[in-house]
């Protein structure tokens, strides 16, 4: 054997057996080869020969076989330098374990003579996990460390401390989701399940240096919530994203809590050393740090809390301080608190919003408030919506003209060509009207009807020949006073300010008065002739449509006006949203034009109602005013989404022209319609008797 590996040696130059042993040493062999190859090779020496042990290796080449080969090889002239290879790492390896086998061999037949058969050892369960496919073809690195591993959203993880176990590959928003959740867990209670998910994800809820900064502002420990703060400092030092003067009030506000910490509790020194050496070298909000600097005369610490405007110490001020820093850091730092909830709140807000029959009123900004369920997306039921008829009242004689809730919803009162003005008590559970008074005395019929916004006051117009308002007080039920400026002024339109006690009228004949509550006129303008009226938010401007197909702001104050909104066609109606921004018209020929007034601009044409000549009065409606509810000369009352063109609901029931639609302000879920055929339609969502 060891003349034939000399041969092989010296069919190769004179560094062969170097350089072969040099391979060997690299390349290296199993157990399973070594014991194989020394098996092969006791097989060809003379002596007493041990007891073989059948071993397997899937993919292995057996040491006799290597054998064969190299002798196959070397006669067909391949490479000593291949051929002996087999052949030299067998021989060095036998030298080494030849002894070891013999001693262990015969120490295994001592041992069976002396203590019996011994018991198959048990194999034990491995308990790491087996290693996947991919990971048994990683590159040999030959004891240099492995490649980092790749982070899927690039410098997020690696700030935030995150190191994915190997094979988990997430993206950056589910890596996201993942903190989010372990977020939410931790609110609850659930802390165990956090830690659990953390683990096994390989993620952190937050950079490890923004976790103590929270656990120390929170305990109050400000030495160690500022060397936080500086870690935090560094990490965002070179980020484009921050503005560097975010980064010294996030060190003012820390130290402004620390400073009035060291006040309330009385150590007056320690809050000077941090008024002198640490907040003034900031030069960062020096009128600030004056008023500051004036809390050292405070007297006791409720003076302080008073004139800081500040909680006290203890975790709510704590907590604000968290809040403003936050606002600060970037959210792969430090997220805000209940950001899943906050998250989910904003999801159903934006359902609700475009829901198609929700009018009750949308879920609050309070993540802590959802009122339904998140398992599916939120649509609500037709049977819900006021479309169904609920109730008709016949009590007027006439047309009835328009009809009007009051602002708390309790009462309706509706007018009509037979001079009267009827007042009608709503149930809100029982959803039916009674009727409670009819207000007599008018000569020229009633065609409008404004409640003043505390609802104390009714004013009721005629039609264009009436020169008379009549104001009636709703909480006596008797008539307040009967206006009457000339017998020639033509009295139609009327609109409230919003603080009760004042009121502007006109007519198309160009009267256009200001007036205060015990009938007395405060200005006047001229030669405008009113259509239609609406008061604006701020108790100040007046729109007024005029008989110029224009919609212009008056300001009674000073006297001046200015050009607001410009339609084709005659402007019948007016009416402006509770947010002051959104105003409807009903125009001739055309129907219900919805206008931005601030930007001064048509936002929508609503589609599918038919108006003529006739003087028909839409409404918003809903919580939101996301509706719009109107009349129709097809008698019909037309609903659409304040989102659309296309009406979402047209109920049928009426018999003539329906003239008014009036919404209920406060319960969302009814509304009215007035009509030529002498009746009023309550209606509502389904019930057992609609």
């Not at 003529?612 to 005013?625: K, L, M, N, R, S």
Request: glycine share 6%.
């Amino acid at each position: 054997m060891t003349d034939f590996c000399v041969r092989i040696a010296d069919a190769a130059n004179s560094n062969s057996y170097q350089n072969l042993s040099q391979r060997y040493t690299f390349l290296g062999c199993s157990r399973v080869q070594s014991i194989s190859v020394v098996r092969v090779v006791r097989r060809s020496r003379p002596g007493p020969r041990v007891s073989q042990r059948r071993t397997k290796g899937d993919g292995l080449l057996s040491a006799g076989g290597a054998y064969r080969a190299a002798v196959t090889s070397l006669g067909q002239g391949v490479e000593a330098d291949a051929a002996g290879a087999l052949v030299i790492s067998a021989l060095r390896r036998a030298r080494r374990v030849g002894a070891a086998e013999r001693a262990s061999l015969a120490s295994t037949d001592s041992g069976d003579e002396g203590a019996g058969h011994r018991p198959p050892r048990k194999r034990t369960r491995r308990l790491s996990p087996p290693a996947r496919p991919a990971d048994m073809h990683q590159p040999c690195t030959n004891g240099a460390p492995p490649p980092p591993p790749h982070h899927v959203n690039g410098d997020t993880a690696t700030r935030n401390g995150d190191l994915q176990p190997p094979g988990l590959r997430m993206s950056q928003t589910d890596q996201e989701i993942v903190r989010l959740i372990g977020q939410h867990l931790l609110s609850i209670g659930l802390e165990r399940s956090a830690a659990l998910l953390m683990e096994e994800s390989g993620l952190h809820l937050e950079h490890p240096a923004a976790a103590t900064f929270r656990q120390h502002v929170l305990a109050g420990d400000w030495v160690k919530a500022d060397h936080d703060l500086r870690a935090l400092h560094d990490l965002l030092r070179d980020s484009p994203h921050v503005d560097p003067h975010s980064l010294a009030e996030m060190k003012f506000v820390v130290l402004e809590q620390k400073y009035l910490e060291h006040l309330e509790a009385g150590r007056v020194l320690d809050a000077l050393h941090v008024l002198r050496n640490e907040l003034t070298p900031l030069q960062y909000d020096t009128p600030r740090v004056h008023r500051l600097s004036a809390l050292m005369m405070c007297a006791d610490a409720r003076e302080l809390q008073q004139r800081a405007h500040w909680p006290g110490s203890g975790t709510h001020s704590r907590a604000n301080v968290l809040a403003r820093v936050q606002s600060v850091l970037p959210p792969t730092l430090m997220m805000a608190p209940g950001r899943l909830r906050a998250l989910l709140s904003q999801a159903t807000l934006h359902q609700a919003s475009r829901c198609r029959f929700h009018a009750a009123p949308r879920p609050s900004a309070n993540p802590e408030n959802i009122p339904f369920s998140l398992l599916a997306d939120h649509h609500c039921s037709a049977d819900h919506f006021p479309i169904h008829s609920l109730q008709v009242l016949n009590e007027h004689c006439d047309e009835v003209w328009y009809c009007k809730w009051s602002p708390d919803g309790s009462r309706l009162a509706s007018g009509s060509k037979d001079n009267t003005v009827m007042i009608w008590d709503f149930d809100p559970v029982a959803k039916r009207l009674t009727f409670r008074k009819s207000l007599e005395g008018h000569t020229y019929g009633v065609s409008f009807l404004a409640w003043s916004p505390d609802g104390r006051y009714l004013i009721a117009a005629g039609p264009e020949d009436c020169p008379d308002l009549w104001i009636w007080n709703m909480e006596t039920e008797q008539l307040h006073l009967k206006m009457t400026h000339s017998q020639e002024d033509s009295l139609t339109a009327v609109a409230w300010h919003s603080t009760s006690d004042k009121f502007v009228c006109g007519g198309a004949r160009g009267q256009f008065y200001h007036c205060s509550l015990d009938g007395s006129l405060l200005n006047s303008w001229d030669g405008v002739r009113v259509n239609a009226l609406a008061c604006r938010g701020d108790a100040r401007a007046v729109l007024a449509a005029d008989t110029h197909h224009r919609v212009r702001a008056y300001d009674f104050s000073d006297l001046t006006d200015r050009n607001l909104i410009q339609e084709e066609h005659a402007v019948m109606a007016m009416t402006v949203n509770q947010a002051d921004t959104l105003l409807l018209l009903n125009v001739a020929n055309q129907g219900v034009h919805l206008w931005d007034i601030r930007a001064r601009a048509l936002v929508r044409r609503f589609r599918g109602l038919s108006q003529g000549h006739f003087t028909i009065h839409a409404c918003f409606g809903g919580a939101h005013q996301d509706f719009i509810a109107s009349g129709s000369e097809d008698n019909k009352v037309y609903i659409w989404h304040i989102a659309g063109e296309e009406p979402i609901a047209v109920v049928s029931g009426h018999t003539r022209c329906v003239n008014c639609v009036s919404w209920n302000p406060v319960h969302h879920d009814v509304l009215v319609s007035a009509s030529d055929d002498y009746s009023l339609r309550l209606w509502g969502p389904r019930t057992h008797h609609s």
